[in-house]
Structures are given as C-alpha cells and as structure tokens.
C-alpha cells in the first residue's frame, strides 16, 4: 500500500487526536511514550486543536503523518525543534540545533511494511531542510525494553550517545538518547 508521508493541517485536530488515542492504547505504550490514554482521552477538543495548529505551523514542531490513499493515517512522528540555551524534554539544554523525533507510531496494518522507515526518513530530512536553522542532529529516545524501536532506529542511522535518562513513570527504568549527525556536517 502506496502512502503518503504529508505534514499535518490545523483543521485535522480529529484525526490527530483518534491516531493519538490509538496509539496509546498499543500495548507497547507504556514503555514507548510518556503520556498515558486515561490522561489523554480527558483533554478537551481545545487542546488538540491546539496542538495541531502549532505542528501545522512547523516553527517549533512539526507531525508527519503516512497517509493512505483512502485518506486514513496508518502512523505519525512528531519533530520537535530544539536550539542551544532552551530547555529541551529531556538530557539538558542542546549543544547545537537539533530535532527531537518523539510519538513515533504506526498502526499494526502498517507494521513490517517498511512505513515506520518512511515517516523516520521523512522526519530527519525535515529536520535537515529548516529554512530558519542549520539543525545539526536528529534524536529520539527508546526505553531499554523497546527492542523493536531500538532495532529500528539503529538500522536507520541512529547511534546511543551515552546520554541515558530514567523513565518518567518508572525511575528504575532507563530511556537511551539515539541521534544521527547531518550528513553534511
């Protein structure tokens, strides 16, 4: 199945909340995101409006979604932009420019079909083609028991860097940071 990896629109709030809710209900969730779906589903319609809208802009974050030609989303990453002397989610403020890859997911039709791929690809080519700042590297984090993510993001490019951070909800658990460095750097 052909799909198309498309930035998102403002007016698509639903569709990003329906794949967001669906997401955080797989059962790798817990340890593949940080939000939980008992929090998420009692967010008002204002806040994924809200949310949308920002990602639409792409000034400061960005979500891609893989589209079907159907038009159902089959998987979506978020890009969040990140520049020395803010606060970044987690390690610390950055060094240099970079993207944080995060709420990466694709429904299981799509899993095993090379999409996952697609939308990371698609997200770092976004991060290397900011008009307004030379990012210098893409990252993401994976929890030690994400197997599949790290096996995944390492095919792609990714190499741990040594920065580790303990899980929100499990402090016991560790995330590893993963990034890759602009090819033309």
Do not use: C
């Not at 799909?3 to 639903?14: K, L, N, S, V």
């Not at 709420?103 to 991060?127: D, I, N």
């Amino acid at each position: 199945m052909k799909h198309t990896i498309r930035q998102i629109r403002a007016d698509e709030w639903r569709q990003a909340k329906e794949l967001r809710l669906d997401a955080l209900q797989d059962p790798v969730a817990s340890i593949a995101f940080l939000d939980t779906y008992e929090d998420a589903v009692t967010r008002p319609d204002s806040h994924w409006q809200q949310r949308t809208a920002a990602a639409a802009e792409g000034k400061s974050v960005t979500t891609l979604v893989a589209e079907a030609p159907d038009g159902t989303w089959t998987g979506s990453v978020t890009v969040l932009v990140e520049l020395p002397g803010q606060e970044a989610v987690f390690g610390g403020p950055p060094i240099v420019p970079q993207t944080h890859l995060v709420g990466v997911y694709v429904r299981p039709a799509g899993r095993g079909t090379g999409l996952a791929e697609e939308l990371l690809r698609a997200a770092v080519e976004w991060s290397w083609g900011r008009p307004d700042v030379r990012v210098e590297r893409a990252r993401l984090y994976v929890h030690e028991r994400n197997l599949r993510a790290m096996a995944l993001y390492r095919k792609l490019g990714f190499e741990e860097t040594g920065v580790t951070v303990p899980m929100e909800r499990d402090p016991s658990a560790t995330e590893y940071e993963l990034a890759v460095g602009r090819p033309d750097a």
